[in-house]
């Protein structure tokens, strides 16, 4: 076991690929002694248990988390508030509890909620990483290296919950940046969950065509890139879209906006305004895409 070690017990609730790929990665770099996992379903702690993501399965939350000294939450972000609460009477005092949830308000709400006030070891975090598969026979243990893995610290969180937490990531080889709650909803309602509503609604659109067998047929390389992510969870993504509603029907209004102007350029031949956009749009990508590069490298 590497130096890195710290922590005896993690508890994991839901072990689906982000939290499954967390206890593969953290497992590798020895930062932990026993992962114990929750979840709902008994196969799939059998299935954890069988490739070796956690070392013990508990199902009952509360059960789960006694005498752990870390706690880490994984499961879609409208299912916290019953976790929270199962948990809150459970949980050692000086234990760190952090999740993984795509938005952050709602998910520092369901804590308080439950807590009665927010703890000191509470740390919420959102990693910056994924696929479109879910479950834990999606998890691999390189999933966060090189990614950014967000905290969202509450006025309430200690320096030391908020070290463990940071410690936990870098262990998988994420960086770490720290962000205020509201505005990690509001960006990420644009980065994030904004395309994922874009690409669940254009393929919804084009299967309820009567020859949508012919246009998925015909459908090119950029239209598989495109809705790559249409085949995430319809649950996580209910989840995400319920709880960061506000956010994210903003930035549908902006796009909407947007659309019926280009829209209207194209009605008319407005030529110049098509590329206009479609200049802007290219360079602003193409300088995102240098920037990620020259992070990762
Ligand atoms: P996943 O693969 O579908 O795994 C979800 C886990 O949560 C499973 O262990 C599942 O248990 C459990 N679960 C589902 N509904 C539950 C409920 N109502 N009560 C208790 N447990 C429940 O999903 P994931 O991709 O790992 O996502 C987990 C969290 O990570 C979500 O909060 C999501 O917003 C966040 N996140 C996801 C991504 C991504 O790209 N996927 C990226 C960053 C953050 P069973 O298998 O037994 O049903």
Not at 30 to 53: H, K, M, N, P, T
Not at 144 to 163: C, D, F, W
Not at 190 to 217: G, K
Not at 244 to 269: C, K, P, S, W, Y
Request: charged share 20%.
């Amino acid at each position: 076991m590497s130096t890195l070690a710290h922590i005896d017990r993690l508890t994991l609730i839901g072990t689906g690929l982000i939290g499954g790929s967390l206890a593969l990665g953290l497992k590798q770099a020895g930062f932990v002694g026993e992962i114990v996992g929750c979840g709902r379903r008994g196969s799939q702690l059998q299935r954890a248990l069988e490739l070796g993501v956690i070392d013990r399965s508990e199902p009952d939350p509360a059960a789960a988390v006694a005498g752990a000294g870390l706690v880490v939450v994984c499961v879609p972000v409208l299912a916290m508030p019953a976790i929270f609460a199962a948990i809150a009477p459970a949980m050692r005092p000086d234990a760190v509890l952090t999740d993984v949830g795509s938005t952050k308000q709602s998910v520092i709400d369901a804590a308080q909620q439950a807590f009665g006030e927010l703890p000191a070891g509470f740390v919420p975090g959102h990693p910056i990483a994924g696929t479109e598969h879910s479950g834990v026979e999606a998890a691999f243990a390189t999933l966060y290296q090189q990614r950014l893995s967000i905290l969202t610290p509450t006025p309430a969180s200690s320096e030391s919950a908020i070290a463990t937490v940071q410690a936990m990531w870098q262990a998988c080889g994420a960086r770490v940046a720290v962000l205020d709650a509201e505005h990690h909803d509001d960006v990420l309602a644009a980065t994030s969950h904004l395309p994922h509503v874009l690409a669940f609604a254009l393929v919804d659109l084009l299967a309820s065509r009567a020859d949508h067998d012919e246009v998925f047929a015909y459908a090119a390389g950029g239209f598989r890139d495109f809705t790559r992510i249409a085949s995430s969870s319809p649950d996580m993504w209910r989840d995400i879209a319920s709880a960061n509603r506000h956010a994210l029907t903003q930035n549908l209004d902006a796009l909407i906006e947007r659309l019926q102007g280009l829209r209207a350029a194209i009605a008319v031949d407005d030529r110049r305004t098509v590329h206009a956009c479609f200049s802007r749009a290219k360079q602003a990508r193409d300088n995102y895409v240098d920037l990620v590069e020259e992070v990762q490298t």
